[in-house]
């Protein structure tokens, strides 16, 4: 497989963020950021301060995850914090691989939790296909083909501080 640069991936989704939203981020009516933890988290961090974003939330999904009874709960996972209303807000969602759709479908259920939103939409690094479910997303850094018995995962570059974004392969673990 060849290299697949997430810096560039990253500068993709935050100009189609910077073009669509503009300065409309922030205050009681505007726009707010979600990350989808861990790498989705990591995403909005980055996001929020490159679009001057005051703060961004945090969606834990475990607990809507249709496989939570095999996987439990990881022993790292932070819970939700949203430091905004949800209700009536228009929701950047952020996530860093779209795959089946189940992540996503779960960050619905937990942003639902909280209040209903007058719009979500998905932002990720990258959509690597087999949807399982009706998901797309709006804002996407890249299509990338990665083989079905393997794992795209987002790491940070502890040598740039953790500001720089990498992606590695690894074997599925059924």
Do not use: C
């Not at 290299?3 to 009516?29: C, H, K």
């Not at 703060?55 to 430091?83: C, E, I």
């Not at 996407?140 to 392969?169: I, K, M």
């Amino acid at each position: 497989m060849s290299s697949i640069d997430a810096e560039a991936l990253y500068r993709a989704v935050l100009e189609q963020i910077r073009a669509a939203y503009g300065d409309q981020f922030g205050g009681p009516d505007g726009a707010v950021l979600a990350g989808i933890h861990s790498g989705g988290a990591w995403l909005a961090q980055r996001l929020a301060r490159d679009l001057n974003v005051g703060s961004f939330g945090v969606v834990n999904v475990a607990l809507h995850r249709d496989d939570y009874a095999k996987k439990g709960l990881h022993a790292q996972a932070s819970p939700t914090s949203l430091p905004f209303e949800v209700d009536n807000r228009r929701i950047v969602l952020v996530d860093d691989v779209l795959y089946t759709g189940r992540t996503v479908r779960a960050a619905l259920n937990e942003l639902y939790d909280y209040g209903r939103p007058a719009l979500v939409e998905l932002a990720v690094l990258a959509d690597r296909g087999g949807r399982e479910l009706p998901v797309a997303a709006r804002f996407v850094g890249g299509v990338v083909d990665v083989p079905a018995d393997a794992t795209l995962v987002l790491a940070r570059d502890e040598s740039s501080g953790g500001e720089r974004f990498t992606f590695h392969t690894e074997a599925r673990a059924d």
